[in-house]
C-alpha cells in the first residue's frame, strides 16, 4: 500500500492522537510531514501502520523538553509589556548586580526591576542566574521592583515576585503599573500636609523641595511658572537639568509638571542637547551627567497619567504614566485629524508651525491635567497658559532655543488654550467653574468637590461649521462617542453582538467624512442646526453613509433601506479589495445584522438582476437612492453576460484579470484556506473551541461516510461543496496571515469541486478510491464545511464494470444535494436526490426524485426558477435572464 493514501493517513493519524494526546489536526499535519519526508513504512497495511505509528511517537518524545525559564528572557518580556503601555523600557542591556540581572524600566523615578534565582546569592555576589557554572537553573526565578527615595517624605516603592513562572508575564507587567500608579497618587495626597511653601508667582502651596530654581540666583518656583514672564533671572539650563533631574529620579511625589518643563526644554533646545549639557557639566565639575531624557526627548521622557477612570479616551491603554512618543501616537490615532487641526490654529494665530511643538504641547497639556487631578487644592492647569510668556526666549546661550523662541511660547499658548485644555479638561477657559476648594480661604464648611468634565460643557460659536462640527463629532480630543449625526441606535436582538462597521480602509473613511460633510452643510444651509442628520440626509437628499456606529448604522438600514429598493453604492469591493471605490446600481433585498464567517458583521443582500450577494457595511462607503431609470450593474459575470460585447462589470474593471468568475483553487490555495478557517474558528468560538471542534469533526466523520455510499460502485464521482463564508478577507487577530487568492473574495460562498475516481487494481496502492491532487486536504474542507455550514452536491457518473459482464455499464444521472447546518446544529440532511435512467422522457417511471421542487440556493441565486408545474427534471428550469437578455 502507498504511504500516500488519505484514508491510511487518517487511520494512523487517529491512532497517533490516542498514543500521545496530541490532537488530531496536529496528528495528520504530523503524519503528512512524515510522508512528504519519506519517513512512513513503504507499505501501510496494519502492520506499516503500526510500525508509523511507533515511529512518529518516537519522534514526538525526541523533541527536546521545555528549557528552563531563564532571566534574561523573562526580563525581556517583561519590558516588552510595559512599552506595550507606553514605558520607555529596555533600552539598554540589563546589568548583573547583587539581586541578580537588573533593568531599569523607563525614566520613571528610577525604576529598577532585578531578576533572580531564588536562594541563589546569599553572599551577595553578582552571580549570573542564567549561567549553569554560577546559578541552579532548576530553582524559580524572582523579581523585585524598586524606586529610590531621597527624602523623608516618601518610602520606597518595591514590588515582586517570588516565583516569576506564578503569573503571566502581563498580568506581571499590569499589576505593577497599577500599583505604582497608585502609590504615587497616594504619595501626592499625602505630601499636603509637607505642602507649606507657596510659589512666590501663582501662589499655589508645595513641598519646599518640589520647587526648583532656574539658575543658582534665582528664587524657586512650580513646574507652572518656571517659564514665567516675572522670573527675575534668565534659565542656566545646565543648573536647571541637573535640579530636574535629581528630583524626577528621587522623589515618586514630585509633581507632574516638571516632567513636562523637561520635555519642552529638551525638544526646543537644539539638537545633541543631552551630549552638549553633558560636557558643558564636566567643565563645571560636580554632578558630570544627565539624563537620557535631554537628549532623547520622545523617547525617554516621561509624563504622568490620571488614573483610567479620570483620564481622556485617547490614553485609555496606556499605563500609569508614558513617553512624549506614546501620548503623541494615542492622540493621532485617537483622532488622526487633531494635528491637522492644531496647524490650522497655528495658522490663524499667526505662528509659524514647527514639527516639535505638537509633541510639546501634548507633554504640557497631559502633564498638567494629571498635576490638577493630583493636587486638588491648587489652580486648575489654566493657569499655566498665562506663564508661557517670555521664558522659553531667555534661555541662556548656548543652550536657547533654536530658532524663533515667541513661535514655540504663541504656539503652546494658542494650542493649551484653544485645542488641547478645554477637551481633556471639558470646558473652556471662559467656562472654567468657580470652585471653593481651588481657592485658598474657602470656608470650612465648603466641601463642594473638584469639577470633573461632567460638570462643564461645550460652547461653540454660531458659525456653521463649527455647528456642523458638533453635530458630526469632529470637535478634536472629544470623547468618542456617537456623534447626534447618527441618530437612535438599534435595540433588541438585532442590537447584541454586533460586528464592525466602521470604515474597512482610510479611503473608504475619507470619503465617509466627506460625504457627511457635504450633506451636513447642505443640511444645515436648509433649515439651521436642528434639521442636520443622517435621517434628514436619507429623506431630503437620498444620502445614507453608513454610520461607523454598528447599531446605529443597522438601525439607519433597516430604517432606510427597503426590501427591492434599488440603490447606487459606492462599493470597495469584498474585503475593500478594491483599489478605488465602484459605483453600483443593485436591488436591496434585505438586511442583515449578522453574518456567517470568520467575523459576524452586519450586511446587506443585494441583487444585481443576476445574482444575489452581499455587501459588508464597513466595505460601502456612501449609498444614494436611484433615480428612475437607473439601470443595474451586472457586478458579477455570468455565462450569458460574458458573451455580450459591449457589456463592462465591476469584476472586470476592478479585480485583477485572473479572477475570473468560477475559478478553482489550486492545492497550494486550498490547504491555505483550509488552515486559516479552522484557525479563524478557533478565534471566533474562543474557549467553546473544543466542543465545537469535536462536533464539527464527528459531525464530518458522517458526511465521509454517507459520500463514500454514494461514490462506491462508480468509475467517477464529481463533489461540489459550498461553504457558507462570505468574508474571507478577516486578518488573524494574533499576527500576520498570508493573502488570500483574489477568486476568495467574492462575497459569494466559498466554492471547491473534487472527483473521486476509482483506482485500476494494477497500481498496486491497495486503496479502491483516490481524490486526486486535493487528497490531503479533503478532510479538512469537509470540516471547514461542517463548522461553517453551506451544500454539497455529489454526482456520480458511470457505473463500475458488472463482475458477471464486464462490457456492461449501467447508464444513469445520479444528483444528491445534502445541506449542512453548521453552527446552527454540526450535523447536514439530505434535500434532494434525483436519478436519471431515461435521458429522452423526463416523466419516465425509470427516473425518480425525492425533492422535484427544490432549487440549490447558488443556482436560485444565479436566476433559475422552476415555471409553473415544473419540475427539477428540467434540470433546475429555466433562468430569468435568458428571457430578458
Known sequence: MSSKNITNRQQIARDLNKATGCGYQQALERVIDAAERNLLPPVLNAAGRAAAVRILTDLVKAEPAASPLLARDYLKALLSEFRLMGWGAGHHEPELEAFGLTSYAGPVAGLSLSVGRAGANDEGEELDPDDPEEADLTRPLYLMAMCPSGNTTVEDFEDGLADCSSEAVRTTARRLDTKLGETRLGRVRGAEEWSTTSCPICGDRYPEHHLLRNSRSAEPVCPA????????????????????????HDDLAAPAGWDAVAAVLALSCGPNLGAR???ELKKRGGWPFVMERWGEPLERSWIWLPPPAHRHEAFKDLGAGATVAALVDAVDRHDPTARATAKALCRESEVRWRDSLWPAAIA????FTTQGFERDRHRTPFHVVHSLSDGLEQTMKPFAVTGDASNIEYGLEALLKHHLFPVLLGHSLDEEPDDPRRRYGAQDDDDRPAPSSADAHLSHGIDRAHQVAVVLGKIPFTPPGVPHWDGAAAIGADARGLGSTAPANDLCRAVRDEARQQAAEALYDLDGCDAVDAEQAWTRNGWWIPSDHAAHAVRQAQQFLGTKSRVLALWFGPGAQFPEPAQVCVDIIGVNAHSTGPRDVPWLQVSDGRSVFGLTL???????RAEPGDELTDVWLSDSSAGRENDTTVQETATSPDATDGAQPTLDELSLLTNQFLHLAG?????GWKEVDAKAYAAHQRLEKALEAEYTGFLA?????WINLFDTAHPCPSGKTRALPAYALTGKPYEVEFNVHKHDPSCG????YGFGEFSDRVCQLLIVLCLYGGLIEVHPMIHAADADDPDVREVELRDITWEVDGPDGYDFREVQRRVIRDMENADSSQNSDTNPTYVPPYMAAAGWYLPEGGTSMMFHGRRHEDETG
Do not use: N
Open 364 to 367: 504640557f497639556a497631559v502633564a
Open 717 to 721: 464521482t464529481g463533489v461540489k461543496v
Open 277 to 279: 549639557l553633558d560636557r
Open 225 to 248: 511658572c518656571i517659564f514665567d514672564g516675572d522670573q527675575g533671572y534668565r534659565t542656566d539650563l545646565p543648573y536647571l537639568a541637573v535640579e530636574l533631574d535629581r528630583l524626577l
Open 765 to 768: 496502492c491497495g486503496q479502491e
Open 683 to 687: 478565534h471566533r468560538i474562543g474557549e
Open 618 to 624: 464597513s466595505d460601502v462607503a456612501l449609498i444614494r
